[in-house]
C-alpha cells in the first residue's frame, strides 16, 4: 500500500495516467507537479491506482476542473469519494481577513483604553456591590435568618492566613537580612553601623511588612480566587447558585474579602517582626550588636505611630487584593484560557493598585505628621 | 475470522483507579470497516476503554493490539506511526481554543507532514469543514464562539483530518438536537461508506444505534457482556440488555427506525 503516488502523461492523447496510492502518506510533491503540469490534459486515468483518500481525491478534482478533463476508472466507491468532494467543493473562509498593520495598532490601543477605562469602572462597581453585600450581612444580624457564612470565611481565614505563614515569614526573615546588610555596609562609611536598627526597625514596620505581605498575599490568594471563581463560572456553579436564591456576592466575595481585610494585618505584623528578627540576626553576626542591646534600640527608635501606620495600611490593601481578584474571577466567560488571562489580571491589578495606594498613604501620613 | 480483518483487539484487559477497578479480563474485537457501537451504563467504563485503546491511559493487565501491533508497550516513534491512522473525537470536542477552526483541522496535517503545501493545506481544510457539515463562515472562529453542536463537528473534521481508517467517537451526539444527532448519524454514516471507515463508536443514544451500527458491544461487570446485531443482544436474554433495549426509550427508537424504513420503501 505504501506505493507513491506518480504519473506518467501519454502527450498525443492528452491523458494522464495515474498509478500508486492517491492518500496523504503518499502523495509526496505530487500536488506541487500537478499545479506546475502545463501539458495538454483531456482525460485522467485512475485505473492504476490502488489507494484513494479523500485528500487524493481533492487533488484530483482540483486537476479536473483546471484543466476541464474527464474522469475515467473509477470503481463505485471511489466514484462515491469523488461525489462527496465535489458536494464540499464551497467557497469557505479560511482565515479572517486583516486590517493593514497601521490602522490595526491604532484599533489596538483604542481598543485597550476603552478596557482599561471600562475594567476602572467595573472594578468601582464591584466595590459597590461588595459594600451593599457587607450591608445585607449586617443587616441581617439583626433581622434573622442570619446570612452570613461563618464556615466559609473561617475556612477562607485559613487558606489565607495561617498556610501563608511559612512562607511569609521566611520571606521577611530574608529581607531583614538583606536591609540590614545593605544598611550596614552604607552606614559603616558614615560610622554609623548602629543607625543600621533604625533603618530595619522603621523600614520593616512602616512600610516593608505590610507591602511585601500585600504582594505575597496577591500572588498566593488574589489569584486563587480569581481562578476558584472564574472555574466556577464556566461550569456554572455560580448560575446554579443564582437560580436556587444563594447571592454570589455573598456567599463566595464577602467571606473572601473579609478573610483578606481580616489576615492582612496580622500577616502584615507578624511580616514586620520576622523581617526585624533577621536584622537582629544580621547585625549580631556582622556587627556584633548582641540581641538585648538590638531589642533595645528597636523599642527606643521605632515610634509606636511607625505600628499604626503599618496596621491602618493593611487591611485596606487586603481589601483591594481580594476585590481585584473576586472582580476579575467574575468576568470569566466562554473558555479555559479566560481562566488563566483573568488570574494574571487579578494579580497585577492587585499589586499594582496596592504600590499606588502605599504611595497616596505615605505623603498622607507625613502630611498628618507622622514621620 | 482472518486476522487482518480485526482492526482492534482487546484481550484480558484489567484497569483499575486505586482500590476500583473498572476492567478485569475484557475481551473486544473490531472487525475492518464496521460501525462499533459501545453501550453501557454511566461509570462502566466505556471511555476508560476508549482511552485505553488509544494510549492515554496504561492498562494494569491485559493486551490490545490495534493495526496488528501492540500498543501498550510502544516506543514514542512507532506510536506516532500508527497514530497517524486513527482520528479521535472526544466527548467535548477538546478542540484547542488558541487555534480557529481551520488551524484545528490543519493542525494535525501540519505536524504529521511539515512539509505539506500550505496553499493545498488551506482546500483541505476548507472541504473538511463543509463536508462535515459546518458553515462556509466558521473556519476563522475561535471554539468558544461556536456552539455545542458546532464544536462536535469541528471536533470531527479535525478527527478526519488525516483521512484515517480508523474513528474513535466519545458520544458525539450527546447534547445535539435530535435533528443534529440525526444529521451526524448521517454524516458519520456516509463517511464510513465512503473512506471505508472502521467506526469505535460510544454511544447512549439508541436513535444511533439503531441507524448507524453494525454490531453493538455490551459493558457491564468490568467486562464486554456481548457483542453483536441489536436483534441477536436482544435474543440473549440479558436482563440488563433487555431493559436497555426494550425500555420505553428503546421501543421508540424501534418506533422510529420502523417508521423511516416504512417510508423508504413507500418511495
Known sequence: MSVPAAFTDDSAGGTLRFTGSLSLANLGDLPERLATYDGKVDHIDLTGIDRLDTIGAWTIHRLAQRTGADIKGLNPDAQHLFDQVQAADQPVVIRAQHAPAFYRVLGEIGEATIQTFKTMVGLLGFLGATTLAFGAIFKSIFVPPRRFRF????????VVGVSALWIIGLMSFLIGIVIAQQGAVQLRQFGAEVYTINLVGRLSMRELGVLMTAIMVAGRSGSSFAAQIGTMRLTEEIDAMRTIGVSPMEALVVPRVLAAVVMMPLLGFYAALISIMGGCLLCWVALGIPPVTYIQRIREVVPISDVWIGLIKAPVFGAIIAIAGCFQGMLVEADAEQVGLRTTAAVVQGIFLVIVLDAFFAVFFSSVGWI | MADDDIVIRVRGLKNSFGEQVVHE????DVRRGEILGVVGGSGTGKSVLMRSIIGLQIP????????GENTVDLEENEAVEIRKRWGVLFQGGALFSTLTVAENVELPIKEFYPKFDPALLDE???????MTGLP???GPKYPAELSGGMRKRAGLARALALDPELLFLDEPTAGLDPIGAAAFDELTLSLQRTMGLTVFLITHDLDSLYAICDRVAVLADKKVIAVGTIDELIALDHPWIEEYFKGPRGRAAVATQEAGMGKAGAD
Open chain 2, 25 to 28: 479480563g475484557l475481551d473486544l
Open chain 1, 151 to 158: 464556615n466559609a470565611t473561617v475556612q477562607r481565614f485559613e
Open chain 2, 60 to 67: 494494569d493487565e491485559g493486551e490490545i493490539t490495534v493495526f
Open chain 2, 124 to 130: 483541505i481544510a476548507s472541504y473538511k469543514v463543509v
Open chain 2, 136 to 138: 462556509a463562515d466558521a
